[in-house]
């Protein structure tokens, strides 16, 4: 796992990364990917660089999204296609991906369905169903 459970490390994390981004020092592979995402959410680079940010709360009552979470899913995907776990997704986000004929929107689509698999798994107590899981990618890539 790449991140801790600490939700304000893992957030300065992501305002380090952007920092460094922003001011060209040099930085390591993961701050990196990090920085590549948040370059791709414009709408997200002021709160990555507001310290008030790493406390904040985003709920759904509040009807906006947690813009860490949604990198932090951004994130998730790519280390899943990087190692192809579980087996088989590097491939169905591939498809997605031609179908949509951009990452970001593949990666977007592909949201729900990891959001799906999280909350199924929580719920239950179980890990996620990985076969679930890429079913529902596979689907939206369109086909099984």
Do not use: K
Request: aromatic share 6%; proline share 6%; glycine share 6%.
């Amino acid at each position: 796992m790449i991140f801790g459970d600490d939700r304000t490390e893992l957030r300065r994390l992501f305002a380090e990364a952007w920092r460094r981004r922003v001011e060209r020092l040099p930085v390591e592979p993961l701050h990196d990917q990090i920085a590549a995402v948040v370059a791709l959410h414009p709408e997200y680079q002021a709160v990555v660089a507001d310290p008030e940010a790493l406390e904040r709360d985003w709920t759904p009552l509040e009807g906006e999204t947690n813009p860490f979470l949604h990198m932090g899913m951004h994130l998730a995907l790519r280390e899943q296609c990087s190692t192809d776990r579980p087996a088989g997704i590097r491939s169905a986000m591939q498809r997605l991906t031609e179908r949509l004929g951009d990452d970001h929107a593949a990666e977007h689509a592909a949201f729900e369905c990891l959001g799906r698999a999280l909350w199924e798994a929580q719920r239950a107590g179980r890990p996620p169903d990985e076969q679930a899981y890429l079913e529902c990618i596979r689907q939206r890539a369109g086909g099984g």
